[in-house]
């Protein structure tokens, strides 16, 4: 393996961290403010820590605007989807819950590729049976019906997933700083409008969610989301999945250990089904090549 694969790896390995524990913060800022206001400051807060880094580097004049315009707003609206989904479900199922559904945008990767006429290996659709199962038992309740918290982060499984094909095909053609500005922006944008509809702007509140909101903005958002888009340039869209779904185990033990959350045994053995399907899917993506990078 090559030594940028090696540090492409590390980076996605750090993302997952950060955006496991990010679970906690989120659920924590619920308790006093919107979901679209927690997301409008996270995302604000996201673009305000890249400001120096694009400030500092020198634009490629050689690179068209409009891809990059095009690129971001394609990115920001997915963005947005996945995580208005997953910030609404916070409200109604645990930080573990929604960790580990949400990490099953890794199944769903290559089953999307379908689409773009790429092959699904069986290894995939055994894994992706897997994980339907332990769905099935973490998230079914007792009249045979999906939670209600648990079915939005699976709705917002499906635009994780189209976000995670389609930066991995951004970032090698598109600038990966101003790419992430810009859908940190278009994201920001739409959750601003949507808090202007539906939710109330209350200072006071946000003040005593700051440091989930700062936690939330600069870290998750700011540092790990550009961290995936570099990270990206190395690492085939499978094979970065497998290891950002290592998210879903981080925000498992983030929950128990912060906010004294319990799966229990039935939680446990459907996340523990889950998270083999996750990774038996990728099998072949380890054993995949990156594509070339544009030029």
Not at 70 to 76: F, I
Not at 228 to 252: N, T
């Amino acid at each position: 393996m090559k030594s940028n694969t090696w540090q492409a790896d590390g980076l996605l390995l750090v993302t997952a961290i950060i955006w496991g524990l990010a679970f906690v913060a989120q659920r924590a800022g619920m308790e006093h403010i919107g979901p679209f206001v927690f997301n409008t400051a996270r995302f604000a807060l996201g673009c305000l820590s890249l400001l120096p880094l694009v400030w500092l580097r020198r634009p490629d004049r050689h690179q068209p605007l409009l891809p990059l315009l095009g690129g971001s707003l394609a990115a920001g609206i997915l963005l947005f989807g996945g995580s208005s989904l997953q910030q609404i479900g916070l409200i109604y199922t645990t930080a573990g819950n929604a960790g580990f559904i949400t990490g099953l945008y890794i199944v769903l990767v290559p089953i999307i590729a379908l689409f773009w006429r790429q092959k699904t290996a069986p290894y995939t659709w055994f894994g992706a049976t897997l994980a339907v199962i332990g769905l099935f038992i973490l998230s079914m309740t007792d009249d045979l019906t999906l939670a209600f918290g648990d079915l939005l982060e699976l709705i917002g499984a499906l635009f994780w997933a189209g976000h995670v094909l389609l930066i991995g095909w951004l970032c090698r053609r598109i600038d990966a700083i101003r790419l992430a500005l810009g859908q940190f922006l278009v994201c920001t944008l739409l959750s601003l409008g949507s808090a202007l509809i539906w939710e109330r702007f209350e200072i006071q509140a946000i003040t005593t969610v700051w440091i989930p909101i700062v936690y939330a903005g600069v870290l998750s958002v700011g540092v790990a989301y550009t961290l995936q888009v570099v990270a990206q340039r190395h690492a085939p869209a499978a094979h970065a999945a497998i290891i950002l779904s290592l998210e879903s185990v981080f925000a498992a033990l983030g929950g128990w250990l912060l906010l004294d959350e319990s799966l229990g045994p039935r939680g446990l053995l459907g996340c523990a089904i889950m998270l083999v399907g996750m990774l038996i899917s990728q099998l072949p993506a380890m054993h995949r090549k990156p594509p070339p990078e544009a030029v």
